[in-house]
Protein backbone atom coordinates (compact mmCIF):
# COMPACT_ATOMS: atom_id res chain seq x y z
CA UNK A 1 0.00 0.00 0.00
CA UNK A 2 3.00 2.34 -0.35
CA UNK A 3 2.26 3.64 -3.24
CA UNK A 4 -1.09 4.80 -2.74
CA UNK A 5 0.16 6.52 0.54
CA UNK A 6 2.81 8.25 -1.64
CA UNK A 7 -0.24 9.20 -4.36
CA UNK A 8 -2.18 10.47 -1.67
CA UNK A 9 0.01 12.43 -0.01
CA UNK A 10 1.45 14.15 -3.14
CA UNK A 11 -2.27 14.68 -3.97
CA UNK A 12 -2.74 16.57 -0.40
CA UNK A 13 0.53 18.77 -1.03
CA UNK A 14 -1.05 20.47 -3.90
CA UNK A 15 0.82 18.63 -6.57
CA UNK A 16 -1.41 17.76 -10.63
CA UNK A 17 -2.77 14.15 -10.67
CA UNK A 18 -0.68 13.37 -13.60
CA UNK A 19 2.77 14.39 -11.55
CA UNK A 20 1.37 13.01 -8.51
CA UNK A 21 0.88 9.95 -10.61
CA UNK A 22 4.83 9.80 -11.87
CA UNK A 23 6.32 11.08 -8.67
CA UNK A 24 5.05 8.13 -6.73
CA UNK A 25 6.09 5.62 -9.16
CA UNK A 26 9.48 6.75 -9.12
CA UNK A 27 9.52 6.72 -5.28
CA UNK A 28 8.10 3.19 -5.36
CA UNK A 29 10.60 1.92 -7.49
CA UNK A 30 13.96 3.69 -6.10
CA UNK A 31 12.93 2.76 -2.53
CA UNK A 32 10.60 -0.22 -2.75
CA UNK A 33 11.61 -2.58 -5.36
CA UNK A 34 15.51 -2.75 -5.33
CA UNK A 35 16.43 -3.77 -8.84
CA UNK A 36 14.62 -2.77 -11.31
CA UNK A 37 15.25 0.50 -12.94
CA UNK A 38 13.17 4.03 -12.91
CA UNK A 39 13.75 3.77 -16.37
CA UNK A 40 11.18 1.60 -17.05
CA UNK A 41 8.50 4.27 -15.86
CA UNK A 42 9.40 6.21 -19.21
CA UNK A 43 8.90 3.06 -21.39
CA UNK A 44 5.53 2.43 -20.05
CA UNK A 45 4.40 6.18 -19.89
CA UNK A 46 5.13 5.77 -23.84
CA UNK A 47 3.85 2.35 -24.36
CA UNK A 48 0.10 3.71 -22.19
CA UNK A 49 -0.60 6.25 -25.40
CA UNK A 50 0.55 4.49 -28.13
CA UNK A 51 -3.21 3.63 -28.86
CA UNK A 52 -4.87 4.17 -31.88
CA UNK A 53 -8.35 4.70 -29.79
CA UNK A 54 -6.69 7.57 -27.71
CA UNK A 55 -6.52 9.32 -30.57
CA UNK A 56 -10.52 9.96 -30.08
CA UNK A 57 -9.48 11.77 -27.05
CA UNK A 58 -8.18 15.21 -28.81
CA UNK A 59 -10.38 14.86 -31.75
CA UNK A 60 -13.66 15.34 -29.34
CA UNK A 61 -12.07 17.65 -27.16
CA UNK A 62 -11.59 19.72 -29.89
CA UNK A 63 -14.98 19.19 -31.56
CA UNK A 64 -16.26 20.14 -28.28
CA UNK A 65 -14.65 23.50 -28.13
CA UNK A 66 -15.61 24.14 -31.76
CA UNK A 67 -19.23 23.30 -31.23
CA UNK A 68 -19.28 26.01 -28.59
CA UNK A 69 -19.87 28.94 -31.60
CA UNK A 70 -23.36 28.37 -32.62
CA UNK A 71 -24.26 25.36 -30.88
CA UNK A 72 -25.38 26.35 -27.54
CA UNK A 73 -27.77 28.92 -27.94
CA UNK A 74 -29.37 27.27 -30.76
CA UNK A 75 -29.57 24.14 -28.32
CA UNK A 76 -31.19 26.59 -25.53
CA UNK A 77 -33.51 28.17 -27.43
CA UNK A 78 -34.84 24.23 -28.53
CA UNK A 79 -35.16 22.92 -24.97
CA UNK A 80 -36.64 26.26 -23.69
CA UNK A 81 -39.66 25.95 -26.87
CA UNK A 82 -40.47 22.76 -25.67
CA UNK A 83 -40.27 23.50 -21.57
CA UNK A 84 -40.07 27.20 -20.76
CA UNK A 85 -43.85 27.51 -21.11
CA UNK A 86 -44.14 25.59 -18.23
CA UNK A 87 -44.39 26.52 -14.65
CA UNK A 88 -40.59 25.87 -13.33
CA UNK A 89 -40.12 24.78 -16.86
CA UNK A 90 -36.83 26.58 -16.79
CA UNK A 91 -35.32 24.26 -14.73
CA UNK A 92 -36.00 21.68 -17.37
CA UNK A 93 -34.49 23.83 -19.71
CA UNK A 94 -31.19 23.65 -17.52
CA UNK A 95 -31.29 19.86 -17.63
CA UNK A 96 -32.56 19.26 -21.15
CA UNK A 97 -29.71 21.85 -22.67
CA UNK A 98 -26.85 20.63 -20.67
CA UNK A 99 -28.14 16.64 -21.96
CA UNK A 100 -27.87 17.97 -25.48
CA UNK A 101 -24.63 19.97 -25.58
CA UNK A 102 -23.06 16.98 -22.98
CA UNK A 103 -23.94 14.81 -26.05
CA UNK A 104 -21.43 16.73 -28.24
CA UNK A 105 -18.92 18.07 -25.73
CA UNK A 106 -18.27 14.62 -24.10
CA UNK A 107 -17.28 16.49 -20.99
CA UNK A 108 -19.37 17.34 -17.94
CA UNK A 109 -16.86 20.17 -16.84
CA UNK A 110 -17.44 21.82 -19.96
CA UNK A 111 -21.11 21.30 -20.19
CA UNK A 112 -21.34 22.54 -16.53
CA UNK A 113 -19.59 25.87 -17.93
CA UNK A 114 -20.91 26.28 -21.09
CA UNK A 115 -24.74 26.37 -20.50
CA UNK A 116 -24.39 27.24 -16.65
CA UNK A 117 -22.55 30.41 -17.82
CA UNK A 118 -26.01 31.42 -20.16
CA UNK A 119 -29.04 29.77 -18.06
CA UNK A 120 -27.63 30.05 -14.45
CA UNK A 121 -28.11 33.85 -14.63
CA UNK A 122 -31.47 34.13 -16.27
CA UNK A 123 -32.92 31.36 -13.80
CA UNK A 124 -31.78 33.77 -10.91
CA UNK A 125 -33.65 36.40 -12.67
CA UNK A 126 -36.75 34.51 -12.64
CA UNK A 127 -36.64 33.99 -9.40
CA UNK A 128 -34.99 30.41 -8.97
CA UNK A 129 -33.15 29.98 -5.66
CA UNK A 130 -29.46 30.33 -6.03
CA UNK A 131 -28.56 27.08 -4.50
CA UNK A 132 -31.29 25.02 -6.32
CA UNK A 133 -29.87 26.35 -9.70
CA UNK A 134 -26.38 25.74 -9.23
CA UNK A 135 -27.24 22.31 -8.03
CA UNK A 136 -29.43 21.65 -11.21
CA UNK A 137 -26.82 22.63 -13.13
CA UNK A 138 -24.06 20.57 -11.70
CA UNK A 139 -26.55 17.63 -11.61
CA UNK A 140 -27.15 18.10 -15.81
CA UNK A 141 -23.79 19.10 -16.49
CA UNK A 142 -22.22 16.02 -15.38
CA UNK A 143 -24.43 13.43 -17.77
CA UNK A 144 -22.18 14.65 -20.52
CA UNK A 145 -19.69 11.93 -18.94
CA UNK A 146 -22.67 8.99 -19.90
CA UNK A 147 -24.44 10.58 -22.89
CA UNK A 148 -22.07 9.48 -26.19
CA UNK A 149 -20.00 10.46 -27.14
CA UNK A 150 -17.86 10.64 -23.85
CA UNK A 151 -14.52 11.22 -23.43
CA UNK A 152 -14.21 9.18 -20.03
CA UNK A 153 -16.22 6.18 -21.93
CA UNK A 154 -12.94 6.37 -24.26
CA UNK A 155 -10.56 6.15 -21.66
CA UNK A 156 -12.33 3.52 -20.02
CA UNK A 157 -12.58 1.27 -23.36
CA UNK A 158 -8.95 1.79 -23.52
CA UNK A 159 -7.81 0.71 -20.06
CA UNK A 160 -10.42 -2.25 -19.90
CA UNK A 161 -10.25 -3.03 -23.50
CA UNK A 162 -13.59 -2.84 -24.14
CA UNK A 163 -15.61 -2.15 -27.24
CA UNK A 164 -15.90 2.33 -27.17
CA UNK A 165 -18.70 1.67 -29.14
CA UNK A 166 -20.77 -0.47 -27.51
CA UNK A 167 -20.09 1.84 -24.73
CA UNK A 168 -21.38 4.71 -26.65
CA UNK A 169 -24.55 2.81 -26.98
CA UNK A 170 -24.89 1.06 -23.87
CA UNK A 171 -24.71 5.12 -22.40
CA UNK A 172 -27.75 6.02 -24.18
CA UNK A 173 -30.71 4.91 -22.18
CA UNK A 174 -28.91 5.34 -18.79
CA UNK A 175 -28.22 9.09 -19.77
CA UNK A 176 -31.38 9.71 -21.08
CA UNK A 177 -33.10 8.41 -17.93
CA UNK A 178 -31.06 10.10 -15.55
CA UNK A 179 -31.93 13.47 -17.21
CA UNK A 180 -35.74 12.73 -17.77
CA UNK A 181 -35.36 12.33 -13.71
CA UNK A 182 -33.37 15.73 -13.03
CA UNK A 183 -36.32 16.98 -15.82
CA UNK A 184 -39.44 16.03 -13.49
CA UNK A 185 -37.49 16.71 -10.39
CA UNK A 186 -36.85 20.38 -11.46
CA UNK A 187 -39.81 20.90 -12.63
CA UNK A 188 -42.07 19.75 -9.69
CA UNK A 189 -39.44 21.56 -7.04
CA UNK A 190 -40.14 24.82 -8.97
CA UNK A 191 -43.58 24.68 -8.83
CA UNK A 192 -43.82 23.53 -5.18
CA UNK A 193 -41.55 26.49 -4.20
CA UNK A 194 -43.23 28.77 -6.42
CA UNK A 195 -39.65 29.10 -9.22
CA UNK A 196 -39.96 30.85 -12.51
CA UNK A 197 -43.99 31.80 -13.10
CA UNK A 198 -43.25 32.81 -17.02
CA UNK A 199 -46.63 33.69 -18.36
CA UNK A 200 -45.88 32.92 -21.95
CA UNK A 201 -47.79 30.33 -23.69
CA UNK A 202 -46.76 27.15 -25.21
CA UNK A 203 -46.20 28.25 -29.21
CA UNK A 204 -46.26 25.45 -31.85
CA UNK A 205 -44.45 27.86 -34.44
CA UNK A 206 -41.73 28.54 -31.92
CA UNK A 207 -41.03 24.95 -31.39
CA UNK A 208 -40.96 24.13 -35.26
CA UNK A 209 -38.56 27.17 -35.47
CA UNK A 210 -36.21 25.88 -32.69
CA UNK A 211 -35.73 23.01 -34.03
CA UNK A 212 -35.27 23.80 -37.77
CA UNK A 213 -32.52 25.75 -35.87
CA UNK A 214 -31.50 22.77 -34.22
CA UNK A 215 -31.25 20.11 -36.32
CA UNK A 216 -27.30 20.66 -37.61
CA UNK A 217 -25.95 20.32 -34.25
CA UNK A 218 -28.15 17.49 -32.97
CA UNK A 219 -27.42 15.92 -36.40
CA UNK A 220 -23.52 15.77 -34.90
CA UNK A 221 -24.33 12.54 -32.06
CA UNK A 222 -26.64 10.99 -35.04
CA UNK A 223 -23.83 11.02 -37.26
CA UNK A 224 -21.21 9.31 -35.10
CA UNK A 225 -23.46 6.84 -33.38
CA UNK A 226 -24.71 6.22 -36.65
CA UNK A 227 -21.05 5.61 -38.24
CA UNK A 228 -19.74 3.74 -35.68
CA UNK A 229 -22.80 1.24 -35.48
CA UNK A 230 -22.95 1.13 -39.18
CA UNK A 231 -19.44 -0.07 -39.38
CA UNK A 232 -18.76 3.44 -41.63
CA UNK A 233 -16.41 4.31 -39.26
CA UNK A 234 -14.68 3.31 -35.85
CA UNK A 235 -14.84 5.52 -32.81
CA UNK A 236 -11.90 7.06 -33.46
CA UNK A 237 -12.63 8.08 -37.01
CA UNK A 238 -15.54 9.20 -35.56
CA UNK A 239 -13.90 12.02 -33.49
CA UNK A 240 -12.49 13.39 -36.60
CA UNK A 241 -15.62 13.43 -38.38
CA UNK A 242 -16.89 15.25 -35.69
CA UNK A 243 -13.95 18.27 -35.59
CA UNK A 244 -14.80 18.37 -39.03
CA UNK A 245 -19.17 18.87 -38.68
CA UNK A 246 -18.42 21.13 -36.21
CA UNK A 247 -15.47 23.12 -37.63
CA UNK A 248 -17.83 23.48 -41.41
CA UNK A 249 -20.90 24.62 -38.57
CA UNK A 250 -18.84 27.07 -36.75
CA UNK A 251 -16.65 28.50 -39.43
CA UNK A 252 -18.99 28.66 -42.49
CA UNK A 253 -22.88 27.91 -41.21
CA UNK A 254 -23.12 30.14 -38.20
CA UNK A 255 -20.11 32.27 -39.06
CA UNK A 256 -19.62 33.02 -35.00
CA UNK A 257 -16.01 31.44 -35.48
CA UNK A 258 -13.64 33.37 -37.14
CA UNK A 259 -10.25 32.83 -38.24
CA UNK A 260 -8.16 34.50 -35.73
CA UNK A 261 -10.11 32.65 -32.89
CA UNK A 262 -9.13 29.46 -34.33
CA UNK A 263 -5.58 29.58 -33.13
CA UNK A 264 -7.13 30.16 -29.50
CA UNK A 265 -9.49 27.41 -29.89
CA UNK A 266 -6.84 24.74 -31.11
CA UNK A 267 -4.21 26.56 -28.11
CA UNK A 268 -7.05 25.79 -25.19
CA UNK A 269 -8.07 22.39 -26.75
CA UNK A 270 -4.40 21.06 -27.36
CA UNK A 271 -3.30 21.93 -23.47
CA UNK A 272 -6.12 20.18 -22.14
CA UNK A 273 -5.75 17.11 -24.56
CA UNK A 274 -1.77 16.99 -22.99
CA UNK A 275 -3.02 17.06 -19.72
CA UNK A 276 -5.46 14.57 -20.02
CA UNK A 277 -2.95 12.23 -22.28
CA UNK A 278 -0.03 12.88 -19.69
CA UNK A 279 -2.65 11.58 -17.20
CA UNK A 280 -2.59 8.64 -18.78
CA UNK A 281 0.54 8.02 -19.97
CA UNK A 282 1.74 8.04 -15.84
CA UNK A 283 -1.33 5.78 -15.19
CA UNK A 284 0.42 3.18 -17.04
CA UNK A 285 3.44 2.55 -14.91
CA UNK A 286 1.27 3.04 -12.04
CA UNK A 287 -0.83 0.32 -13.51
CA UNK A 288 1.70 -1.61 -14.45
CA UNK A 289 3.36 -1.83 -10.42
CA UNK A 290 0.13 -2.27 -9.51
CA UNK A 291 -0.07 -5.43 -11.25
CA UNK A 292 3.48 -6.37 -9.87
CA UNK A 293 2.50 -6.08 -6.71
CA UNK A 294 -0.80 -8.01 -6.92
CA UNK A 295 -2.61 -5.35 -5.75
CA UNK A 296 -5.96 -6.32 -7.73
CA UNK A 297 -5.95 -10.00 -6.95
CA UNK A 298 -5.14 -9.20 -2.68
CA UNK A 299 -8.37 -6.00 -3.17
CA UNK A 300 -10.71 -9.04 -4.97
CA UNK A 301 -9.33 -11.52 -2.74
CA UNK A 302 -10.46 -8.99 -0.14
CA UNK A 303 -13.91 -8.02 -1.77
CA UNK A 304 -14.78 -11.59 -2.30
CA UNK A 305 -13.69 -12.67 0.67
CA UNK A 306 -16.27 -9.94 2.63
CA UNK A 307 -18.88 -11.33 0.70
CA UNK A 308 -20.36 -14.17 -1.97
CA UNK A 309 -23.15 -11.39 -3.05
CA UNK A 310 -23.29 -9.86 -6.01
CA UNK A 311 -24.74 -7.53 -4.89
CA UNK A 312 -23.02 -6.20 -1.66
CA UNK A 313 -19.96 -6.61 -4.29
CA UNK A 314 -21.57 -3.97 -6.57
CA UNK A 315 -22.56 -1.75 -3.41
CA UNK A 316 -19.36 -1.97 -1.91
CA UNK A 317 -17.74 -0.68 -5.32
CA UNK A 318 -20.43 1.89 -6.10
CA UNK A 319 -19.53 3.32 -2.77
CA UNK A 320 -15.47 3.30 -3.29
CA UNK A 321 -16.30 4.45 -6.55
CA UNK A 322 -18.40 7.91 -5.57
CA UNK A 323 -16.01 8.28 -2.67
CA UNK A 324 -13.17 9.00 -4.53
CA UNK A 325 -15.38 10.70 -7.55
CA UNK A 326 -15.95 13.61 -4.56
CA UNK A 327 -12.20 14.63 -4.50
CA UNK A 328 -10.24 13.46 -7.44
CA UNK A 329 -10.13 13.43 -11.54
CA UNK A 330 -12.57 11.44 -13.66
CA UNK A 331 -10.34 10.53 -16.11
CA UNK A 332 -7.58 9.54 -12.84
CA UNK A 333 -9.84 7.68 -11.11
CA UNK A 334 -11.07 5.71 -14.44
CA UNK A 335 -7.19 5.03 -15.30
CA UNK A 336 -6.30 4.12 -11.85
CA UNK A 337 -9.08 1.85 -10.43
CA UNK A 338 -10.57 -0.05 -13.60
CA UNK A 339 -7.53 -2.23 -13.78
CA UNK A 340 -8.17 -2.94 -9.96
CA UNK A 341 -12.44 -2.94 -10.10
CA UNK A 342 -12.82 -4.66 -13.42
CA UNK A 343 -11.63 -7.78 -12.83
CA UNK A 344 -13.49 -8.15 -9.38
CA UNK A 345 -17.02 -6.66 -11.92
CA UNK A 346 -16.24 -9.09 -14.61
CA UNK A 347 -15.13 -12.21 -11.88
CA UNK A 348 -18.98 -11.72 -10.73
CA UNK A 349 -20.59 -12.05 -13.68
CA UNK A 350 -21.11 -8.29 -14.68
CA UNK A 351 -21.22 -7.14 -18.44
CA UNK A 352 -18.34 -5.32 -19.31
CA UNK A 353 -20.13 -2.73 -20.83
CA UNK A 354 -22.60 -2.62 -18.01
CA UNK A 355 -19.60 -2.17 -15.35
CA UNK A 356 -18.38 1.01 -17.70
CA UNK A 357 -21.62 2.08 -18.02
CA UNK A 358 -22.37 2.11 -13.89
CA UNK A 359 -19.19 3.25 -12.83
CA UNK A 360 -19.49 6.50 -15.40
CA UNK A 361 -22.69 7.11 -13.87
CA UNK A 362 -21.41 6.83 -10.40
CA UNK A 363 -18.46 8.72 -11.16
CA UNK A 364 -20.72 11.37 -12.17
CA UNK A 365 -22.64 11.32 -9.20
CA UNK A 366 -19.25 11.64 -7.55
CA UNK A 367 -18.80 14.90 -9.54
CA UNK A 368 -21.83 16.76 -7.82
CA UNK A 369 -20.83 15.37 -3.97
CA UNK A 370 -19.73 17.48 -1.99
CA UNK A 371 -17.16 18.27 -0.59
CA UNK A 372 -14.95 18.18 -3.21
CA UNK A 373 -17.22 18.16 -6.50
CA UNK A 374 -15.69 19.22 -9.72
CA UNK A 375 -19.44 20.06 -11.47
CA UNK A 376 -20.96 21.83 -8.02
CA UNK A 377 -17.50 23.98 -7.70
CA UNK A 378 -17.90 25.18 -11.46
CA UNK A 379 -21.59 25.84 -10.98
CA UNK A 380 -21.62 27.61 -8.21
CA UNK A 381 -18.39 29.89 -9.37
CA UNK A 382 -20.21 30.96 -12.14
CA UNK A 383 -23.37 31.79 -10.48
CA UNK A 384 -20.98 33.69 -7.36
CA UNK A 385 -22.10 31.60 -4.07
CA UNK A 386 -20.26 29.15 -1.93
CA UNK A 387 -20.77 25.24 -1.95
CA UNK A 388 -22.27 25.30 1.63
CA UNK A 389 -25.32 27.27 -0.10
CA UNK A 390 -26.28 24.45 -2.27
CA UNK A 391 -27.10 22.58 0.84
CA UNK A 392 -29.63 21.32 1.12
CA UNK A 393 -30.75 21.15 -2.51
CA UNK A 394 -27.58 19.32 -3.49
CA UNK A 395 -28.27 16.26 -1.34
CA UNK A 396 -31.84 16.52 -3.13
CA UNK A 397 -30.17 16.08 -7.27
CA UNK A 398 -27.32 13.90 -5.40
CA UNK A 399 -30.65 11.20 -4.51
CA UNK A 400 -32.46 12.08 -7.91
CA UNK A 401 -29.34 10.49 -9.38
CA UNK A 402 -28.34 7.90 -7.01
CA UNK A 403 -31.97 6.46 -7.82
CA UNK A 404 -31.43 6.32 -11.29
CA UNK A 405 -28.23 4.51 -11.02
CA UNK A 406 -29.44 2.14 -8.74
CA UNK A 407 -32.37 1.09 -11.61
CA UNK A 408 -29.01 1.09 -14.00
CA UNK A 409 -27.48 -0.96 -11.56
CA UNK A 410 -30.03 -3.51 -10.97
CA UNK A 411 -31.72 -3.35 -14.49
CA UNK A 412 -28.99 -4.12 -16.70
CA UNK A 413 -31.26 -4.06 -20.17
CA UNK A 414 -31.18 -0.67 -19.60
CA UNK A 415 -27.67 -0.39 -20.45
CA UNK A 416 -27.74 -3.74 -23.03
CA UNK A 417 -30.56 -3.38 -24.90
CA UNK A 418 -28.91 -1.08 -27.65
CA UNK A 419 -25.67 -2.93 -27.72
CA UNK A 420 -27.50 -6.43 -28.46
CA UNK A 421 -29.58 -5.02 -31.30
CA UNK A 422 -25.74 -4.42 -32.90
CA UNK A 423 -23.83 -7.20 -31.53
Known amino acids: MLIFSLLFLLLIM ?7 IGISCFLFLMFANGPVSPNII ?3 MFFGIDSFPLLALPFFILAGDLMAYGTTPRLMRLANAFLGTVRGGLAGVNVASSAFFGAISGSGVATVAAIGSVIQPEMVKKGYGKGFTASLTAGGGVLGMIIPPSMPMVVFGVTASVSIGGMFLGGIIPGLLTSLFLILFGIWVSRKR ?5 GVSFSLKECAAAVRAAILPIMLPIIILGGVMSGVFTPTESAVVAVVYAFILAMFVYRELKWKDLIEVITRSSITSAIILFIISTAAPFGWILTM ?4 VMLSGFITGLTDSKVIIMILISILLLILGTFMETIAIIIIMTPILFPIATGIGLDP ?6 MMLNLAIGGVTPPLAVG ?3 SAKIIGIRIEETFPDVLYVVGIMLLAYLLVLFVPQLTLFIPSLFA
Do not use: C, R, S
Open 353 to 358: IHFGVI
Open 14 to 20: GLPVGFA
Open 293 to 296: EKIP
Open 376 to 378: LFT
Open 194 to 198: NYGDT
Open 42 to 44: MQK
